[in-house]
């Protein structure tokens, strides 16, 4: 890994990518803390309407989509994330197809940031509820929207016609990779990340178990990165692009 206490870039403007509502709370948020309260503009994409989750059968699937939304809005809202888009997608059919890697592109032209974060496409046998296959798809067409589609300005020429320039993102960060190389302390803003996932209650069936879960797993990153004791990490796969 390479050194974790060495402060990280941060970025003037990042977009993060992620497949469920929840997932860039559990993953990154963190990260995304630390970079709001330093000045970032971050704005959030969230593929699909997150019907599939939850634990309550009695609540429509329908209704679950707005109650999902409103849960990330909240959620988002804690650590100083005021735009989040939803591309609309279904809860677990979601494939890195062109129509999925177009949308990302289109995100990526308009908002035009300087990094991204999304999800490994790679297993990780060591974590698998954070390998879930929307995740993995969502990282894949991510990357593919990043390079090469929304820089090349012949790819998805529509995007043109739609006044969208190629824009050039020289940076991904990964979240739940197998081999990450770097790892954010969040150790000053660990309660908000517990509490943007604690906004998320319609899939807490038991919050005090979820925060539980959240501070081992984030003091054992901290600790695999040589933070110290009683600190908490997020970790990534740093990919630079030319």
Known sequence: MTDP??????PERALVVTAHPDDVDFSSSGTIATWVAAGSAVTYCIVTDGTAGGFDRTIERSAMAKIRRAEQRAAAAVVGVSEVRF???????VVADLTLRRAIARQIRELRPELVVTSSPERNYARMPASHPDHRAVGEATLCAV????????????????????????????????APDHAVDITEVIDKKLAAIGAHRSQLPDPSEAERFVREWTAAEAERAGLGPARHAEAFKIVRIG
Do not use: K, M, Q, S
């Open 5 to 10: 206490i060495a402060p990280a870039r941060i």
């Open 87 to 93: 591309l609309g997608g279904t809860d677990g059919e």
């Open 147 to 178: 390079y090469p589609d929304a820089r090349n300005p012949f790819a998805f020429p529509e995007l043109l016609e739609e006044g969208l320039e190629p824009h050039v993102v020289h940076e991904v960060w990964l979240a739940a990779h197998p």
